[in-house]
């Protein structure tokens, strides 16, 4: 059974470029959540998704963003970027929604911003 | 809000030895509470997950603890290995849906 899927691996973008990334969850979970995580602040809950809507939201400015689709894949958008935004970005799938099971992780997405 | 600590920041033990990495949160209105342990540039790996109603889980040599009244939860792991060594998560799933999770414990277990 595949894990959770996330792409691309690694990416460098320059401040003001935006990033799309994306997540593809475990076969036949519904939930997709995606997390900031830097050394300084540690992880950070960004959004969730549950049956393509959002139900939860973190503590992040409008610039980013998410959406889900009808398979469950999803994609986090990091719109006028900086230098701040560079962190490794997480994305979690489960089966329902967050508060019932256990998480699963996906090996992450490396932004560096320049 | 929820706030999740995580004592100690970093814990270097000789290989066989048992350990304790404790977890404490602020907000005892939780769903669950699930441990993780995070490689150098890697993803998350789950190791236990606890709901509320429960006391402990264990798995292996693993064994996590819950106390939501007093807002505790530990990870006994015993007879420590040097693959043991990595970044200790907990997280706990609060009553606003959100997940929150503790800084980590470095762990480095030596041959």
């Known amino acids: 059974k595949a894990g959770v899927t996330q792409t691309p691996r690694y990416l460098i973008k320059t401040r003001g470029q935006q990033v799309t990334l994306s997540c593809s969850p475990i076969s036949g979970h519904r939930s997709v959540s995606w997390y900031q995580q830097t050394p300084g602040q540690g992880l950070q809950f960004l959004f969730e998704y549950f049956s393509e809507t959002q139900r939860n939201k973190g503590n992040f400015p409008g610039r980013f963003s998410g959406r889900q689709f009808s398979n469950s894949r999803s994609e986090m958008n990091v719109s006028t970027l900086e230098l701040g935004d560079s962190a490794l970005y997480l994305c979690?799938?489960?089966?329902?929604?967050?508060?019932?099971?256990?998480?699963?992780f996906g090996e992450g997405s490396r932004l560096t911003v320049l | 809000k929820q706030e999740v600590t995580q004592i100690p920041a970093a814990l270097s033990v000789p290989e066989g030895e048992n350990l304790v990495l404790n977890c404490s949160f602020t907000d005892s209105a939780i769903y669950n509470l699930q441990w993780f342990r995070q490689d150098p540039g890697k993803g998350l790996t789950s190791l236990l997950l606890?709901?509320?109603?429960?006391r402990e889980q264990t798995s292996g040599r693993l064994n996590a603890s819950l106390d939501k009244s007093s807002g505790r939860s530990t990870l006994y792991i015993a007879a420590s290995q040097p693959g043991d060594s990595a970044t200790y998560l907990c997280?706990?799933?609060?009553?606003?849906?959100?997940?929150?999770f503790g800084k980590g414990t470095l762990l480095t277990v030596n041959p």
């Open positions: 997280a706990v799933h609060g009553s606003n849906y959100k997940l929150t």
């Open positions: 606890i709901q509320s109603s429960q």
């Open positions: 979690a799938s489960q089966v329902g929604p967050t508060n019932t099971g256990e998480l699963f």
